[in-house]
């Protein structure tokens, strides 16, 4: 099942703009990664965020994470068109092995 | 270095066929996983390998299985294909897993059954 669910799901926003993306879980995770997507291409990954860490910056990522509510947010500082694309958020769970994907926020860039 | 390199990157099947996808990973890098990605489902975890062993199983037929060889490359093979497991299917490695480390992906093998 997937543990991540994004919202919103399709963001359409001007270059210079910022874009913000949420993802919920629901089980006890290690860390919450960040990864996007290209046109059906392969995955990228943009940040991980550990469960005892509350927020972490990346270039012009900034990534906050809740877990008392479960919840994670992604946002993009002054988006340029070459961030159109689909970023997901993926949860480690404890003991797992494998990363739970959310369902993926399209976003859009317009020049 | 070389990044995770999957083949092939197009495949046309007829349903009832058999099919093999191959994932070599970054060099040094031990764990391999498979994930389906669809339009409607999103993506799945198929499996994990470490050091040759499945370490971990998503929720999918025995139709899916896979391998994992002592050069870390790793095979998948579905058997007897439907429609529906018309999908884009990318493999990730890492050099461990579970301990916060991050994966890298291909650029997957796109899966059309007919």
């Known amino acids: 099942s997937q543990q991540g669910e994004e919202d919103p799901q399709a963001l359409s926003i001007q270059e210079g703009e910022n874009a913000t993306m949420n993802c919920s879980y629901k089980t006890s995770i290690n860390n919450l990664q960040w990864y996007r997507q290209n046109s059906g291409r392969g995955l990228v990954h943009l940040i991980l965020i550990r469960s005892n860490e509350r927020e972490k910056h990346s270039g012009r990522l900034r990534v906050t994470l809740d877990t008392s509510k479960k919840s994670s947010s992604l946002l993009i500082t002054a988006s340029r068109a070459a961030d159109t694309a689909s970023y997901f958020c993926?949860?480690?769970?404890?003991?797992?092995?494998?990363?739970?994907f959310g369902k993926g926020n399209q976003v859009v860039v317009i020049p | 270095k070389a990044g995770v390199t999957q083949t092939p990157r197009y495949l046309i099947k007829t349903r009832g066929q058999q099919v093999t996808l191959s994932c070599s990973p970054i060099?040094?890098?031990?764990?391999v996983s498979w994930y389906q990605q669809t339009p409607g489902q999103g993506l799945q975890f198929l499996f994990e390998?470490?050091?040759?062993?499945?370490?971990n199983k998503g929720n999918f037929p025995g139709r899916f299985s896979g391998r994992q060889f002592s050069n870390s490359r790793s095979e998948m093979n579905v058997s007897t294909l439907e429609l529906g497991d018309s999908a884009l299917y990318l493999c990730?490695?890492?050099?461990?897993?579970?301990?916060?480390?991050?994966?890298?992906f291909g650029q997957g093998t796109r899966l059309t059954v007919v």
């Open positions: 060099s040094g890098h031990r764990s």
């Open positions: 993926a949860t480690e769970d404890y003991g797992n092995n494998r990363l739970a």
């Open positions: 390998y470490f050091s040759e062993t499945q370490r």
């Open positions: 990730a490695s890492s050099l461990v897993r579970g301990v916060d480390t991050e994966a890298f």
